[in-house]
């Protein structure tokens, strides 16, 4: 029989996470975050302040901050209308001197995001303008397969907010 071995995941980890509770990690990382979530809309809601919070704290301006969080809220509702109610997300913030990044990773690779045939100022729409959005905040967001889902990137660059 063999001794136990204290592995990696018995020691603790280089940056300890802010909150680890079921169903919402938060581990901060230099210049940002990783938050690995079941999209709830409790979580959602954190994951909103959490990004405005953190983004807002860069030193970029609050303009930055709300058109991060609204990206991050775009890009997770659509992960959740896409693979269901409480799918596993992860969200990523990295700053840097230039721009910040938000990244949402879900695990369909399939179920990629597109854009409805209506145009983005359609006063009957109740939803939908979520891409459109996307486009008009960080134009050139890709979306990566990666071996467990995909996960879509959307870079906004500070000095245009910073200075509206």
């Given at each position: 029989?063999?001794?136990?071995?204290?592995?990696?995941?018995?020691?603790?980890?280089?940056?300890?996470?802010?909150?680890?509770?079921?169903?919402?990690?938060?581990?901060?990382?230099?210049?940002?975050?990783?938050?690995?979530?079941?999209?709830?809309?409790?979580?959602?809601?954190?994951?909103?302040?959490?990004?405005?919070?953190?983004?807002?704290?860069?030193?970029?301006?609050?303009?930055?901050?709300?058109?991060?969080?609204?990206?991050?809220?775009?890009?997770?509702?659509?992960a959740v209308r896409?693979?269901?109610?409480?799918?596993?997300?992860?969200?990523?913030?990295?700053?840097?001197?230039?721009?910040?990044?938000?990244?949402?990773?879900?695990?369909?690779?399939?179920?990629?995001?597109?854009?409805?045939?209506?145009?983005?100022?359609?006063?009957?729409?109740?939803?939908?303008?979520?891409?459109?959005?996307?486009?008009?905040?960080?134009?050139?967001?890709?979306?990566?397969?990666?071996?467990?889902?995909?996960?879509?990137?959307?870079?906004?660059?500070?000095?245009?907010?910073?200075?509206?």
């Amino acid at each position: 029989m063999h001794a136990a071995h204290p592995g990696p995941a018995a020691s603790a980890p280089a940056h300890p996470p802010k909150v680890a509770e079921c169903g919402f990690y938060l581990a901060i990382r230099p210049g940002g975050f990783v938050l690995h979530m079941s999209a709830s809309p409790e979580h959602m809601r954190r994951m909103r302040d959490r990004v405005f919070e953190a983004v807002a704290g860069f030193g970029v301006g609050e303009p930055v901050a709300e058109a991060a969080r609204l990206l991050a809220s775009e890009l997770v509702g659509n992960a959740v209308r896409l693979c269901g109610p409480w799918t596993p997300v992860v969200v990523q913030i990295v700053s840097k001197p230039d721009h910040v990044q938000v990244q949402v990773h879900d695990p369909e690779p399939g179920a990629l995001p597109g854009r409805r045939a209506d145009p983005p100022d359609n006063e009957d729409l109740e939803s939908g303008r979520g891409l459109w959005i996307l486009d008009a905040l960080a134009p050139g967001w890709t979306v990566e397969p990666t071996s467990v889902g995909k996960q879509i990137t959307a870079t906004l660059p500070c000095g245009e907010f910073a200075a509206a």
